[in-house]
């Protein structure tokens, strides 16, 4: 069962269940919207249209659902469902449900900005400065976002000044990186990581429509370090910008596959098969890094629904 089944990454999951497996598993999804206003229900074995995740009893539904359907694999997709639905949930673990979602700890250790921020520091792996509201200084640009969030969401530039005379709520105050700014995608085996780096060339209404995708050992290096002494998902992704040294500081999280995977797919890099093949028991997919920088652009293309 693939949750937020509109979502971009929610395609490159059901493409790589149909690719790697075909018909051989019962593939549902889920979204807020009715089935022919979601690109994957033409993918689908099952479409369900659930109620949005901030309504009361949300969690109890899909517990339902997950039991009438005989769900084996739930796969969400956005934080919120992740913190819900994480690997060792007493209630998945009792129904013999498989949760693609990171373990508790995991979640709460790298998705949290300020305890983002203590793990890395722990571990040594550079990573953004936090200030406090009161450490500011007025005439400095930081950057300001939801301790708890995603896909850059009320993420933006401030100045100390304005950050002393406005209310920022939850949000942390961070060191201000230097561009260019890089997504990373990660496959896991237990400890055994691979990735590969996506620099955003050109982005139309925050969807990445030209990359450039390499490896980095420093990133890696990074990664892997983190890797061994935090059990992470089978894919995610991960977040890196230049600090004042240059070195590749680790930003942000996101413990799941990242919407853009596809341009590091098309160069040989399948996270999202790799992590299928290995949520189904199959044997390892050979993932294939870039020897050289690749150059990759995005086109659309139109899926009739009904």
């Known amino acids: 069962m693939v949750l937020s089944g509109g979502t971009a990454t929610a395609w490159s999951i059901c493409e790589a269940v ?19 206003l979601v690109h994957t229900s033409v993918l689908a074995d099952v479409f369900l249209t659930v109620p949005p995740i901030a309504s009361e009893g949300y969690y109890e539904y899909m517990l339902q659902l997950l039991k009438d359907h005989r769900v084996d694999i739930l796969i969400p997709l956005i934080d919120l469902d992740l913190q819900l639905f994480p690997r060792d949930d007493e209630k998945l673990v009792k129904m013999g449900v498989f949760s693609t979602a990171p373990i508790r700890r995991t979640f709460l250790s790298l998705s949290d900005k300020k305890m983002l921020h203590s793990t890395l520091t722990a571990l040594n792996i ?87 995708v390499f490896r980095c050992k420093e990133i890696e290096n990074s990664i892997q370090k983190l890797a061994e002494n935090l059990p992470l998902p089978e894919v995610c992704c991960m977040q890196f910008m230049r600090g004042k040294q240059k070195e590749w500081m680790l930003t942000d999280c996101n413990l799941r ?10 160069v040989g890099f399948c996270a999202a098969e790799a992590a299928v093949s290995r949520w189904l028991g199959l044997p390892p997919m050979t993932l294939h890094q870039p020897d050289h920088e690749r150059f990759v652009l995005r086109h659309y293309t139109e899926i009739v629904t009904k």
């Open 18 to 36: 149909r690719s790697v497996v075909s018909s051989d598993v019962k593939l549902i999804v889920c979204d807020t919207n009715p089935e022919y």
């Open 126 to 212: 550079p990573t953004p400065a936090l200030y406090e509201k009161s450490e500011v200084d007025s005439q400095t640009t930081y950057f300001v976002k939801p301790q708890l969030g995603f896909g850059s969401r009320n993420a933006r530039q401030m100045t100390g000044a304005e950050i002393l005379h406005q209310d920022i709520g939850d949000c942390i105050v961070q060191e201000l990186c230097g561009f260019p700014e890089l997504t990373v995608d990660v496959s896991v085996n237990g400890e055994f990581v691979l990735s590969v780096c996506r620099e955003r060339i050109e982005t139309k209404a925050g969807v990445c429509t030209k990359a450039r």
């Open 257 to 266: 596959l990242g919407a853009g995977s596809a341009l590091s797919a098309a």
